[in-house]
């Protein structure tokens, strides 16, 4: 059976049809795309006329997010800003140390068992002045039940005493630049880099695995994915033992799941041999809904979290630079023995040090292995300069910015962790495109919410929260912006041949917008208010009568 829907406008994002009015679908996919007597063509149909007001664009895709974040929802919400949770509702941001410190003790209150944890999420030192919350504050609340709050950047988490002991961190004597001490030799009750956060994640709630493969947290994720617009959404460091995958793949199977979902493989936990040989028995289980087989290696950690390996001259406030995730001969090992395999890598690469590493690294292996076309991905890589853009092309990596960051982070950086010239050219969107790098755009949601209309805003904008206008001459346009939500992401995802763009054989996947953004303007990108989506023909509105 064939269904035409019409639209007020159809946004196409391929060049060679850029609108249009009306598109045919069958089985999930596109039949044609043009005005009804061209697309009337392909036999009987039914006319669906319920987007006739609407305007549709190829379904958004998010290259760089986690499933987390639907997870978290699960648990106290301790971020600044004021964020949309998957009913739609908005919960109010905690301005002050002290408000998530209530926000955490009225949390307590309901939970039933004395040790049952209370874990929370999207705490952000660097907007109180980088005081750190220490374990004691935490005792007040609870002493028996350990308590864990994660912070923003996904890159540290503050416990309290009892998660430390149960952690088997209560002791003297730890020398690690992950482990904060207090002036009684113990751990303050920081934990940074995903190894040490390790040693309590589970006493707290917060352990990967859990995170990642809850199921009522992956249908509160498809919430978040259709108010957004989404219909491809990636889970870029995931463990996916095997009761992950299944659970992935019976809720993705199920119809009334509204995205498709590529989770990558985290390079931590198993050695580089059992890595390789893990992802290739995940891409046998691929499915239309549910892409496996990708690895994602992380490189440094966050650069308002003064964990990312910076160049010369280093932090702008004096901090010691961050740390390495991986070691150079992993590393190695691993993008050679992927480009041999086909095996398609994302790399976090935060500061541009972690950045340089890279590229060093895939000229020596490419030279052993060469390739056409493998088009991994350089993840955020925020602060990398020309140079480093002209490596990229030379190598044939793509780029994934963070520009979100701009918003929530800008003032930030420029102020403290990289100084006024360095914050100007992060996520060097303009210069990216200048040289000819293939670009996306993303989140990193639970890192910042779900929203690529909101991303583009950010692309197009480069506006700080308080108001300041960071890197004029990085702004891109909003057609670049919504180019790399759509085919520039799914390009980096190597999706482009089925997703990304309304036209003929692509996957019937459209973002359902009340509006045309090209009628709202760049500015007003944030305000675009999104009806639902529609995936593989089949119809998810945000808000169901
Ligand atoms: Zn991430």
């Known amino acids: ?44 149909f039914k006319l669906d006329e319920r987007f006739a007001e609407k305007v549709l664009m190829p379904g958004l895709v998010e290259a760089h997010c986690h499933l987390m974040e639907g997870t978290l929802w699960s648990h106290t919400y301790l971020g600044y800003f004021d964020r949309m949770d998957p009913s739609g509702a908005v919960q109010a941001g905690c301005k002050t140390i002290q408000a998530g410190l209530d926000k955490l003790a009225l949390a307590e209150l309901p939970l039933a068992s004395a040790n049952e944890p209370l874990t929370a999420w999207g705490l952000d030192p660097i907007y109180f002045g980088n005081e750190r919350i220490s374990r004691h504050q935490l005792d007040a609340i609870s002493s028996t039940r350990p308590i864990g709050i994660l912070h923003a950047s996904g890159h540290s988490m503050n416990v309290n005493t009892k998660a430390l002991e149960l952690a088997g961190l209560l002791r003297e004597g730890l020398e690690h630049g992950g482990i904060p001490l207090g002036d009684d030799g113990l751990p303050t009750g920081e934990l940074r880099s995903p190894e040490i956060m390790g040693l309590a994640s589970s006493h707290v709630g917060l352990a990967r695995e859990i995170l ?5 947290g992956m249908w509160r994720f498809a919430q978040l994915c259709i108010r957004a617009g989404v219909t491809t959404a990636t889970d870029l460091a995931a463990l996916l033992p095997d009761e992950t995958v299944d659970i992935m793949q019976r809720v993705t199977d199920d119809p009334a799941f509204p995205a498709r979902i590529v989770p990558y493989r985290f390079h931590l936990g198993v050695n580089p041999e059992r890595l390789i040989e893990h992802v290739q028995s995940l891409a046998k289980r691929t499915t239309d809904k549910l892409r496996l087989g990708g690895i994602k ?13 910076i160049r010369a001259p280093g932090y702008f406030n004096g901090a010691p630079n961050g740390l390495w995730y991986i070691s150079i001969e992993h590393l190695e090992y691993i993008l050679e023995t992927a480009l041999a395999k086909n095996i398609h890598v994302h790399l976090h690469t935060n500061g541009d040090q972690a950045t340089e590493l890279v590229l060093d690294t895939m000229e020596k292996v490419l030279r052993r292995v060469p390739s056409s076309d493998h088009r991994f991905t350089l993840q955020h890589c925020q602060l990398a300069d020309t140079a480093q853009f002209r490596r990229m092309k030379k190598l044939g990596l793509c780029v994934n910015h963070f520009a979100n960051h701009h918003y929530y982070w800008g003032d930030t950086h420029y102020a403290q962790t990289v100084g006024p010239e360095r914050a100007e050219r992060m996520n060097a969107c303009a210069t990216a495109l200048r040289e000819g790098v293939p670009m996306a755009i993303h989140s990193d949601a639970p890192i910042t919410p779900l929203g690529p209309l909101f991303t ?33 992401a799914a390009y980096t995802l190597k999706l482009d041949v089925e997703i990304g763009s309304i036209e003929v054989g692509k996957r019937a996947d459209f973002a359902v917008l009340d509006d045309d953004p090209f009628a709202v303007g760049a500015e007003r990108l944030n305000d675009l208010s999104i009806w639902g989506t529609v995936l593989g023909g089949r119809v998810f509105p945000a808000n169901p009568q």
């Not at 059976?1 to 196409?12: D, G, H, P, Q």
């Not at 950010?458 to 506006?463: E, G, S, V, Y």
């Not at 929260?465 to 057609?479: A, F, M």
């Open 297 to 309: 290696v992380t490189v440094d950690g966050s650069i308002q979290g003064f964990t990312a390996r």
């Open 212 to 216: 990642a493969c809850d199921e009522p």
């Open 456 to 488: 583009a805003w950010c692309a197009t904008q480069r506006l700080t929260s308080s108001g300041r206008v960071l890197g004029e001459t990085e702004k891109i346009t909003l057609g670049q912006a919504l180019h790399a939500v759509t085919v520039g």
């Open 1 to 44: 059976m064939i269904t035409i829907y019409n639209a007020a406008k159809i946004l196409t994002m391929n060049p060679q049809r850029p609108e249009a009015t009306h598109v045919a679908v069958r089985d999930g996919r596109i039949l044609g795309v043009g005005n009804l007597a061209e697309v009337s063509g392909w036999g009987d």
